[in-house]
Nanobody
Framework: QLQLVESGGGLVQPGGSLTLSCAASGFSLETYAIGWFRQAPGKEREGVTC????????TYAGSVEGRFTITRHTAKNTVYLNLNSLEPEDTAIYYCAAREYWCTPNEYDYVYWGQGTPVTVSS
């Protein structure tokens, strides 16, 4: 069974950090682009950042530039999203998604999706 599983979400204070994980099973992430998307309450899902199969990052949400970093650990078949300097506006459910080779900001281009992990930034 091919699936992605996110973990690492939780409640954090403004200015804090979290690391989200996206672990794949049933297939290798090595030839896939992995995107992180998020959906805040009452808003549409948006692309946050992505990593091409070449391990080059593509950032889609300007508000996270310099604060969020995406990395791939090939041996663990896992992609990580490091969230730093978190703001209340980052509160959302975060999803990872996979498509072959290259990133796009369009969620409909992605084939595999995880179930999402919630991030709440609040004091």
């Amino acid at each position: 069974q091919l699936q992605l599983v996110e973990s690492g979400g939780g409640l954090v204070q403004p200015g804090g950090s979290l690391t989200l994980s996206c672990a794949a099973s049933g297939f290798s992430l090595e030839t896939y682009a992995i995107g992180w998307f998020r959906q805040a309450p009452g808003k549409e899902r948006e692309g946050v950042t992505c990593i091409h199969y070449t391990n080059v990052e593509a950032t889609y949400a300007g508000s996270v530039e310099g604060r969020f970093t995406i990395t791939r650990h090939t041996a663990k078949n896992t992609v990580y999203l490091n969230l730093n300097s978190l703001e209340p506006e980052d509160t959302a459910i975060y999803y990872c998604a996979a498509r072959e080779y290259w990133c796009t900001p369009n969620e409909y281009d992605y084939v595999y999706w995880g179930q999402g992990t919630p991030v709440t930034v609040s004091s």
